[in-house]
């Protein structure tokens, strides 16, 4: 084998290992929290989650909807954290 022919087989499989690569990543989980109320308990649930060693946007990702005391927008809402998941 030549010397020009082996450099194009290494710079093609370099050029190749970052699709690769990101083709083998798992998906990230993503946290869905449904709330009814602006003062809820999103702190503490985010507080707790970063104690206990998980990072948002590393290992995981968070979505919130908040229907402001409205109980009838509840179910659209929860239809709208289903389809990000």
């Not at 190749?16 to 809820?40: C, E, K, N």
Request: charged share 20%; no cysteine; aromatic share 10%.
């Amino acid at each position: 084998m030549r010397r020009r022919d082996f450099m194009k087989i290494i710079s093609g499989a370099a050029a190749a290992w970052p699709l690769v690569a990101r083709g083998q990543q798992a998906a990230m989980p993503v946290v869905g929290y449904l709330s009814t109320g602006i003062g809820s308990l999103l702190p503490a649930f985010r507080r707790g989650l970063s104690e206990t060693g998980y990072v948002e946007g590393r290992s995981f990702g968070f979505e919130y909807r908040v229907s402001d005391y409205g109980l009838e927008r509840l179910p659209a809402l929860q239809r709208r954290l289903r389809a990000v998941g």
